[in-house]
T-cell receptor, first 114, second 111 residues
Framework: AQSVAQPEDQVNVAEGNPLTVKCTYSVSGNPYLFWYVQYPNRGLQFLLK??????LVKGSYGFEAEFNKSQTSFHLKKPSALVSDSALYFC????????????FGAGTTVTVRA | DADVTQTPRNRITKTGKRIMLECSQTKGHDRMYWYRQDPGLGLRLIYY???????NKGEISDGYSVSRQAQAKFSLSLESAIPNQTALYFCATSGGNNEQFFGPGTRLTVL
């Protein structure tokens, strides 16, 4: 079985400060990891993914994430948050066994205050 | 994402009614998925399909059925809607080892 935990329901930061959204996972075999963002009244938008290779992955809108195998984590980061980054963020995982099913975390609401 | 469209975008229905949610994609992907989103629960997989002849149950398929009419079309049906099926429903597609692409969602309310 595979699962994702996002331990924080909400993250609040001031504009210009670093933003971190935490994610830990459990999966058999090597993980494929994804981050998505959902703005109000919109569908999910892909931010970035880790499949293999460099542990630091860069994605859209200045976001990056670091894969840490020993800690089974894939935290999302942004060096300087913007008010427009306020949204709901989802971490997702699937294994590399080929059934292509994603398991999503419960989501973390990010609020960036001006 | 305009490449994945869902109709209707909003629907209010009554308990016991049959309802169909439709999804179309122009990405040429073989794999399509239906999810529901509930506050605090993230997205949960209802059904998925790897091609027209391949339909699979997800983690919460009870009370739902699907039809893959063509590579580009994947419909979700609620045969007899009940209030706890009130949720936001998303269709998604994927190809290769890549990410899934999501439609804009259908907000369903069952009274």
């Amino acid at each position: 079985a595979q699962s994702v935990a996002q331990p924080e329901d909400q993250v609040n930061v001031a504009e210009g400060n670093p933003l971190t959204v935490k994610c830990t996972y459990s999966v058999s075999g090597n993980p494929y990891l994804f981050w998505y963002v959902q703005y109000p009244n919109r569908g999910l938008q892909f931010l970035l993914k880790y499949i293999t290779g460099d542990n630091l992955v860069k994605g859209s809108y200045g976001f990056e994430a670091e894969f840490n195998k020993s800690q089974t984590s894939f935290h999302l980061k942004k060096p300087s948050a913007l008010v427009s980054d306020s949204a709901l963020y989802f971490c997702a995982v699937r294994d590399n066994q080929g059934d292509y099913k994603l398991s999503f975390g419960a989501g973390t609401t990010v609020t960036v205050r001006a | 994402d305009a490449d994945v469209t869902q109709t209707p975008r909003n629907r209010i229905t009554k308990t016991g009614k049959r309802i169909m949610l439709e999804c179309s994609q122009t990405k040429g992907h073989d794999r399509m998925y239906w999810y529901r989103q509930d506050p605090g629960l993230g997205l949960r997989l209802i059904y998925y399909s790897f091609d027209v002849k391949d339909i699979n149950k997800g983690e919460i398929s009870d009370g739902y059925s699907v039809s893959r009419q063509a590579q580009a079309k994947f419909s979700l049906s609620l045969e007899s809607a009940i209030p706890n099926q009130t949720a936001l429903y998303f269709c998604a597609t994927s190809g290769g080892n890549n990410e899934q692409f999501f439609g804009p969602g259908t907000r369903l309310t069952v009274l």
